[in-house]
């Protein structure tokens, strides 16, 4: 007897111990396990400022996804997907992980990756690593997230990444395919738009980069290809027997298609066939979820977690971002936010869709000239509620992102000009109409940085486009953003307040008038349209469960978008005023047009915007109405003065760290020295840039 007590005993005393455990640090619902497969040092022998040396992680989460969790719902096939004996969906995801060795805790900073490569390190520390695998201290750039005591995470969530060189290591997912009754293949109808840059017999029809879903019968003979001019045309039919499938040109690359006569540029051509076995794309998303809440309520490889945690995603990075917060994929299983903030750049109208639906393709997204047919962005586009006057629904981008508890993260959203002209990026802070603003939510900071393209200009040519691209450097105030992100979701230091163009200053107009604010004269032609979203009708199950029962959809009533005003150098009002246009050299735009051979004269390009230096003097261009340099500024040294103080306002704004000053500063001054050497007939673009 006294030993069955001494047993209870110490089985009252073990369940105890377990259930104090259990509330101490709660198990993930969904990870099941974290497999290291690879700790080393991260350039060896190099320490970052007062951070300290780094190391690198490599290694595989294993998920187990439960298809009946209400965190869980909003998974599009994921109630198809096959199950292990528990009910359960498993898969698994290889991650990397750069962190300072010794300190705890830190800000774990998760990038998205962009079709399988590390975005971050480009842009922020300025170089992006060689073959996506930071090794030494060359791919850590200036080091800046290192001497910040950033946590770097990165893993694999998306499948469809067309196959690189072998010494390359792109995170590319394998998602669980989803299954009909009985184990049957899921079959769907799929449509793939391309074009092609010059007349060849042979193309590729899968998404930028991309691999697509290929077509459940060999040579498809109820497939259709298609041709017209332009996006808003008839879709021509050219004739089945002109045309066949071709195998893919390299082992797991994206199929071909031939056509008798060949292809020609200047022709938007659309293939259309059946597909089979749709990934649950879905499952990437919760997998960045799952592996986040658990780093974040777990120690981890003898550090603890992490007193922050920020998500940051560039362009397709960060709609994806956009597309978790609208299916409350930023809430874990347990109800928790995962990330306490997140910075998404240059997202356009915001990703409200994509990523998540039947046969879905993430690599691909509309601009003005390409894919209005791929559900990219779907109302609701604010994060404050807005009202769209078609379908009389009100909604916000925030409805499903809150916790249990209420809590929303905190939220940057920044585009540059050139989503304003080809991404939908005034619907972010405009109703669905255009007619009025509507104001970012509490928790959100909207900023628009002005005269700046997609990415920082690099081309040397201006080929295929008409203009040189854009050299304002955007990539300064994102530095400045993301450590005032950090100290929001730190100590709650407010960040910077919004800056936008807005429809109440004036700042933000229709492209018409646009054109007429633009100066004339000069060799800048604005262009006669923006991308202005279609509502896409992919019939009734589309919005309930991510189903197409319309491919290619059927069109609505255009989304209005808007962009930003210009001033009388061309260069954009209100927003964020770049150094570059506070104390200008030239007229910085956010778009710039297709070359005449391209087939597509009248359409932007995709990513790029334009640039237009000033005359040196006035004999220079004596019709131009923009002041000259030598109007401007008296000397180099007077010009320099004005850029210090421009450097100073944006330091004083948020927009600009007191460690960046001078190389803002010094980059002001190259180009001033560029354009003051370069012989105007000379049409290259080269000189914009440092050798």
Not at 44 to 70: C, M, N, Q
Not at 474 to 490: D, Q
Not at 639 to 648: N, P, Y
């Amino acid at each position: 007897m006294r030993q069955n007590r001494t047993i209870r005993l110490l089985r009252n005393i073990l369940v105890a111990a377990i259930q104090a455990l259990a509330l101490a640090a709660p198990v993930s619902a969904a990870v099941e396990r974290i497999e290291v497969t690879e700790r080393v040092a991260f350039a060896p022998g190099v320490t970052f400022a007062d951070t300290g040396a780094y190391e690198k992680i490599r290694g595989i989460a294993h998920f187990a996804l439960s298809p009946g969790s209400p965190a869980n719902a909003r998974i599009v096939d994921l109630d198809h997907a096959p199950r292990i004996f528990s009910g359960k969906v498993r898969f698994s995801s290889e991650f990397l992980m750069l962190r300072p060795v010794g300190r705890s805790p830190s800000t774990l900073m998760y990038d998205v990756n962009n079709r399988g490569s590390i975005a971050i390190l480009g842009q922020v520390n300025g170089t992006a690593p060689l073959h996506n695998d930071p090794s030494s201290v060359a791919d850590a750039g200036d080091g800046f997230l290192m001497r910040h005591g950033f946590t770097l995470l990165f893993s694999a969530w998306t499948w469809d990444v067309a196959p690189q060189s072998a010494a390359d290591k792109p995170l590319v997912f394998s998602p669980p395919i989803a299954v009909g009754p009985g184990g049957k293949a899921i079959l769907g109808k799929v449509q793939n738009e391309f074009s092609v840059q010059s007349a060849t017999d042979i193309a590729v029809y899968a998404g930028m980069r991309g691999l697509t879903y290929e077509a459940a019968a060999p040579d498809d003979p109820q497939a259709t290809l298609t041709f017209r001019a332009r996006p808003n045309d008839p879709r021509r039919i050219i004739a089945r027997s002109q045309w066949r499938f071709l195998p893919a040109a390299q082992a797991g690359g994206p199929g071909q298609v031939g056509l008798t006569g060949g292809f020609k540029p200047g022709v938007l051509y659309e293939l259309a066939y059946t597909a089979k076995d749709p990934k649950v794309i879905g499952a990437g998303l919760a997998g960045i979820r799952d592996l986040l809440e658990f780093l974040r309520e777990h120690p981890f490889e003898d550090a603890s977690p992490p007193r922050s945690v920020l998500i940051f995603g560039i362009s397709q990075s960060g709609r994806l971002i956009g597309r978790m917060l609208h299916d409350g994929l930023d809430v874990s299983e347990n109800g928790r936010l995962v990330f306490d903030g997140a910075y998404l750049e240059v997202p356009g109208g915001g990703g409200s869709a994509g990523f998540n639906s039947r046969f879905v393709q993430p690599t691909r997204h509309p601009s003005l000239l390409e894919e209005h047919d791929y559900p990219s962005d779907l109302f609701p586009f604010t994060s404050a509620p807005s009202r769209d006057p078609v379908s009389g629904r009100t909604a916000s981008t925030l409805d499903r992102a809150k916790d249990l508890r209420g809590h929303l993260p905190k939220l940057m959203i920044a585009n540059t000009s050139t989503e304003y002209w080809n991404r939908d990026a005034s619907l972010l802070t405009t109703s669905p109409d255009g007619k009025r603003d509507i104001e970012p939510a509490a928790n959100v900071r909207v900023y628009g940085f002005m005269g700046a393209q997609h990415y920082v200009g690099r081309s040397r040519t201006r080929v295929p486009y008409t203009n040189c691209v854009s050299t304002t450097d955007h990539y300064l105030p994102m530095r400045s953003l993301l450590l005032a992100l950090e100290r929001w979701t730190v100590a709650d230091v407010q960040p910077p307040p919004s800056a936008f163009p807005r429809i109440s200053d004036g700042t933000l107009v229709g492209v018409d008038e646009y054109r007429a604010l633009f100066p004339a004269k000069i060799d800048l032609v604005p262009p006669t349209l923006n991308l202005r979203e279609p509502r896409l009708d992919f019939g009734p199950s589309f919005e309930r469960d991510g189903v197409a029962a319309r491919v290619p959809p059927g069109h609505g009533i255009e989304f209005a978008t808007l962009v930003p005003a210009a001033d009388a150098d061309g260069n954009d009002r209100g927003g964020v005023r770049m150094i570059e246009l506070q104390v200008p050299l030239g007229t910085h735009t956010g778009w710039n047009m297709r070359a005449p051979n391209t087939g597509f004269a009248w359409a932007t390009a995709r990513f790029d915007g334009s640039f237009s230096p000033f005359a040196r003097n006035r004999a220079e261009a004596p019709d131009d109405p923009r002041p000259t340099l030598s109007e401007r500024y008296a000397s180099r040294g007077a010009f320099e003065a004005l850029v210090r103080k421009a450097a100073d306002r944006q330091k004083a704004a948020g927009f600009l760290l007191d460690e960046d000053v001078e190389r803002a500063v010094g980059e002001n001054l190259a180009l001033y020295d560029r354009i003051m050497l370069h012989d105007r007939a000379d049409p290259s673009c080269g000189y914009l840039f440092p050798n």
